[in-house]
């Protein structure tokens, strides 16, 4: 069976890796309830179909200007195609813009090396371990974005390969405005950032003064000038830059103290490596004193690394970084990853020991542990536990003894065996997960309350600290938008107040909406006694 596993061709290869994404990313996709985030992206999305308000974003009915509105409006033409509210709408946007982020890798990688070396770039891309265990699962922005961010890094470098310099300038500056409609201000850095490492590249700075250059930005500039002038026409557009631009910076050395600052830059490559494993342990094949001429002897491995150069560090420097805001630098270091590992199995080196055997050993402890799955509790209680556990273990137990048996391919049999453990994962862990978690509890809270309560117009009083999960499920389950007010004098009103300003607020408690953080309790009362 070996024998024969092994003489199976690489597109067949590719095509049951394929085959398993689509399950690995599917099972369970919408199990767990909403965390923070993600409820926040769906809950300004439906208040924008409630309010018919699609430019000018609320919360609560209040002014919503951390983002702009794209995203949000992905996410309720989703939402009004599968018919309801809840989290599989927002979590298959993610999913088909993982799967479209797959393809460009593919598609760009595909333009200088071999189909087999563009399919590893893309796979080891959308199995890389923060993807694979959790953003993939989640409704979050930041996948849509890195994927645009990485289409425009890749219209830098080939039309600037083709001299093609208007059509740079257009495609870039238009990625740039998509961008920009997503998250705002980050999307502006990374095209001032990689289009003057890209020119500098081609040895064509002077670009950056010719017209050619201000006719690409112009469409750019119309679409996101136009935006603001609609917006204008709700709300002052003064405070939604500066909050946008806050946004921006609120995690960078220009709000934070110079201590947090060197403490962030000392730990960011041990995060780095930790949150992207298995594939940043290619980072070993930079150990060589070669790194520099091996990288320089191919233009589109060097294009990536100049790329990830200017960018990387605006990360590095900036404290509180989430691990998610470098999606888009992941195929970059993958590519040159890839490269580097050719030329180390070449030579037998041990930097390509060393990878072979820690992935060998990281892929056998993943065989062996599926043995143990049905004897832990509370998994052992999962009425598929078994026939799951066991046909994970043989597909597992393949995948291993492929690994060490066809080592010419033993990236691909690596990347098989991650997907089942994805399998896996969402087979054995998201049902525990979320039997019963704080964010499980706040959706039934928050549910059982409006149907019981849906006969009373609900409001929240004041300030009253909420929370976004309950929220969701609140405003989706009631149909309208849960305002706040201070007005204590509406017929019939019921008011959600946090357990904290219960001290300043006179009425009758009727129940308890607890959230996804212990610490925030809501209150529902009654002012009238009913």
């Known amino acids: 069976m070996l024998d024969r596993l092994r003489a199976c061709p690489t597109p067949v290869l590719i095509f049951i890796i394929l085959a398993l994404c689509i399950p690995a990313h599917l099972i369970f996709l919408g199990l767990g309830a909403f965390n923070g985030d993600e409820a926040i992206r769906a809950w300004v999305a439906m208040e924008m179909d409630f309010s018919g308000n699609y430019i000018a974003t609320t919360m609560h009915g209040a002014s919503y200007i951390n983002k702009p509105p794209l995203f949000n409006w992905i996410v309720l033409a989703a939402t009004k195609l599968w ?51 959790y953003d993939s699962m989640l409704g979050l922005i930041d ?20 001299e093609q310099w208007s059509r740079m300038f257009w495609v870039s500056y238009l990625l740039m405005a998509i961008g920009f409609m ?59 830059l500066f909050n946008l631009l806050h946004e921006s910076t609120k995690r960078t050395v220009a709000e934070h103290s110079f201590g947090n600052t060197i403490y962030h830059i000392a730990k960011f490559p041990f995060d780095s490596i930790y949150h992207f ?31 990830l150069a200017v960018n990387l560090p605006v990360y590095w420097t900036s404290s509180q970084v989430m691990p998610r805001y470098l999606l888009m630098l992941i195929p970059l270091f993958n590519t040159i990853g890839l490269y580097l590992l050719e030329q180390n199995i070449a030579e037998r080196s041990w930097r390509y020991k060393f990878l072979f055997y820690t992935l060998g050993t990281l892929l056998t402890a993943g065989s062996l542990l599926m043995v143990v799955m049905p004897f832990i509790e509370p998994a052992s209680q999962l009425p598929w536990i078994w026939p799951a556990s066991v046909a994970l273990l043989a597909g597992m137990g393949i995948c291993a003894a492929m690994y060490f048996y066809d080592k010419q391919r033993f990236l691909w049999w690596f990347v098989t065996a991650l997907i089942l453990i994805r399998i896996g994962f969402d087979l054995i862990v998201l049902p525990v997960r979320h039997d019963g978690n704080d964010t499980s509890v706040a ?68 129940d308890t909406l607890r959230t996804d953080y212990r610490s925030t309790t809501l209150l529902l009362f009654t002012r009238d006694g009913r």
């Open 277 to 307: 494993l298995p594939f940043s342990l290619m980072l070993v094949f930079w150990i060589d004193r070669r790194l520099w001429s091996r990288i320089r002897s191919n233009d589109f491995v060097f294009f990536n690394f100049v790329v």
């Open 143 to 162: 996948t849509t974005f890195s994927l645009v961010m990485y289409a425009l890094f890749m219209s830098i470098y080939f039309f600037g390969r083709r």
């Open 443 to 510: 959706r039934s809270d928050a549910i059982r309350m409006a149907e019981k309560y849906k006969d009373r117009h609900w409001y929240v009083y004041d300030d009253s600290e909420t929370r976004e999960p309950a929220m969701f499920y609140a405003t989706a389950s009631l149909g309208y938008i849960i305002e706040r007010t201070d007005r204590l004098d509406i017929p019939g009103a019921l008011y959600l107040v946090n357990l904290k300003d219960t001290a300043r607020f006179d009425g009758v408690c009727l």
């Open 182 to 240: 997503l998250k705002a201000f980050p999307a502006i850095v990374f095209q001032g950032l990689t289009l003057f490492a890209g020119l500098y590249y081609f040895r064509q700075l002077r670009l950056l003064f010719s017209w050619k250059h201000v006719a690409g930005a112009l469409p750019a500039v119309a679409i996101i000038g136009l935006y603001l002038c609609v917006y204008a026409m709700y709300r002052p557009v003064d405070d939604l």
């Open 83 to 133: 018919g309801a509210y809840d989290e599989l709408p927002s979590r298959l946007v993610t999913v088909f813009f993982l799967a479209l982020f797959g393809f460009t890798v593919f598609r760009a990688v595909r333009k200088q090396f071999s189909t087999e070396f563009a399919f590893l770039a893309a796979i080891t891309t959308v199995t890389s371990g923060r993807f694979l265990f």
